[in-house]
C-alpha cells in the first residue's frame, strides 16, 4: 500500500525556519517525481515545488522561490522541504504529493499534510 | 501563470441531483486538466485526469468533459459520501495551478 507520511510542521514565528519531511512507503520512491503542495486556511491548494526522481531537475513557485528548497534522500525514502525566513502568509498544511508515472504533473497519492503556523 | 477559475465556489443539492462544476482557464490548456475531491481533514484524491478519464476505483458517476478553456466536472447522482471540495488542476504549464475549489453540500 503506498503510503506518504509528512510530519515536521509546528508553529514557528516570522522569519524562522522548519524541515518537512515527507516518509513514502509500498513503493519504489527513487521512481518517482514528487512534490509539495499547500494549503492556507480556508484557501484553494498551491503547488510550491518539483524534484525529478533523482533529485533534478527542480522547481519552484514563485512565491517560495529562494526561501524553500526541495530535496530528497532515495536511499532513505524521503522526501524534504526546507523552509526560511517564513511569513504569516506561509501558514497552511503542506502536503507531499507522488506524481503518477503514467500522467505527467497529475498527483496520484498525497501524503496526510503537516501544519505549519507562522505567528509570533 | 494560467489561473483557473471554478464555480460555483460552494453548492448545496439533495441526494439523487445532477451537480455541475465549472473551471475556466485564463488561457489554453488543451487537455492538460485532472479533477480532485478532498474530504474534511483529508489529503485530496485524484478523480479524473485529462479532462475525462476516471481514475481507477473512481464511481462512474463522476465525469468530466471540455477542452481549452473551458471544462465541467459532473455527479449524476449525488450521494452522501460525495460530500467534499472538488478543486481542478492544470498541467500545461508551470506553475501548477488549482482552482479555488467548489464545496458540496447536501441540502
Known amino acids: 500500500e503506498v503510503q506518504l507520511v509528512a510530519s515536521g510542521g509546528g508553529l514557528v514565528q516570522p522569519g524562522g525556519s522548519l524541515r518537512l519531511s515527507c516518509a513514502a512507503s509500498?513503493?519504489?520512491?527513487?521512481?518517482?517525481?514528487m512534490n509539495w503542495v499547500r494549503q492556507a486556511p480556508g484557501k484553494g491548494l498551491e503547488w510550491l515545488s518539483y524534484?525529478?526522481?533523482?533529485?533534478?531537475?527542480?522547481y519552484y513557485a514563485d512565491s517560495v522561490k529562494g526561501r524553500f528548497t526541495i530535496s530528497r534522500d532515495n536511499a532513505k525514502n524521503s522526501l524534504y522541504l526546507q523552509m526560511t525566513s517564513l511569513r504569516a502568509d506561509d501558514t497552511a498544511v503542506y502536503y507531499c504529493?507522488?506524481?503518477?508515472?503514467?500522467?505527467?504533473?497529475?498527483?496520484?497519492?498525497w501524503g496526510q499534510g503537516t501544519l505549519v503556523t507562522v505567528s509570533s | 501563470d494560467i489561473q483557473m477559475t471554478q464555480s460555483p465556489s460552494s453548492l448545496s443539492a439533495s441526494v439523487g441531483d445532477r451537480v455541475t462544476i465549472t473551471c475556466q482557464a485564463s488561457q489554453d490548456i488543451r487537455d492538460y486538466l485532472n479533477w480532485y475531491q478532498q474530504k474534511p481533514g483529508k489529503a485530496p484524491k485524484l478523480l479524473i485526469y485529462d479532462v475525462s478519464n476516471l481514475e481507477t476505483g473512481v464511481p462512474s458517476r463522476f465525469s468530466g468533459s471540455g477542452s481549452g478553456t473551458d471544462f465541467t466536472f459532473t455527479i449524476s447522482s449525488l450521494q452522501p459520501e460525495d460530500i467534499a471540495t472538488y478543486s481542478c488542476q492544470q498541467y500545461a504549464n508551470l506553475p501548477l495551478t488549482f482552482g479555488g475549489g467548489t464545496k458540496v453540500e447536501i441540502k
Open positions: 524534484i525529478g526522481s533523482g533529485g533534478t531537475p527542480i
Open positions: 504529493a507522488r506524481e503518477s508515472n503514467r500522467r505527467e504533473n497529475t498527483f496520484d497519492y
Open positions: 509500498g513503493f519504489i520512491f527513487s521512481s518517482y517525481e
